[in-house]
């Protein structure tokens, strides 16, 4: 056996506590996102006729989805033609607009008092 195999993993430190703290509160927001989102899609009172009625119901409900299509496919055409430095940043954003809307479903949550 090699005796300087982990020789350099000697300079890893742990993580601080103010690092660690922030990684839990991301986890946090990130869980609330989901949670938000999944009690709004399997909500007994939700249907996907509703969401394909509110597409129907206004021409600005379709351009909006269809806006947010065009966005989604060119996030993803941006993110697969990066270089690597800034495709980490990129693939970040996703993480970022989850933490965003937990952050929304909990201030939801003390206004209304329901997701």
């Given at each position: 056996m090699n005796p300087d195999r982990y020789a350099k993993q000697r300079n890893i430190r742990p993580d601080s506590k103010w690092k660690i703290l922030q990684s839990?509160?991301?986890l946090a927001l990130i869980l609330c996102g989901l949670t938000g989102i999944a009690i709004h899609v399997f909500n007994r009172h939700?249907?996907?006729?509703?969401?394909?009625?509110?597409?129907?119901?206004?021409a600005i409900n379709a351009v909006l989805i269809l806006l947010g299509a065009i966005l989604l496919y060119l996030f993803h055409r941006y993110?697969?033609?990066?270089?690597d430095a800034r495709h980490?940043?990129?693939?970040n954003l996703?993480?970022?607009?989850?933490?965003?809307?937990?952050?929304?479903?909990?201030?939801?949550?003390?206004?209304?008092?329901?997701?």
């Open positions: 839990l509160l991301s939700f249907k996907l006729l509703d969401a394909v009625n509110w597409i129907k119901s206004s993110v697969t033609t990066i270089s980490q940043s990129a693939s996703p993480v970022y607009f989850m933490m965003l809307m937990g952050l929304f479903f909990i201030v939801r949550l003390i206004t209304t008092g329901h997701w």
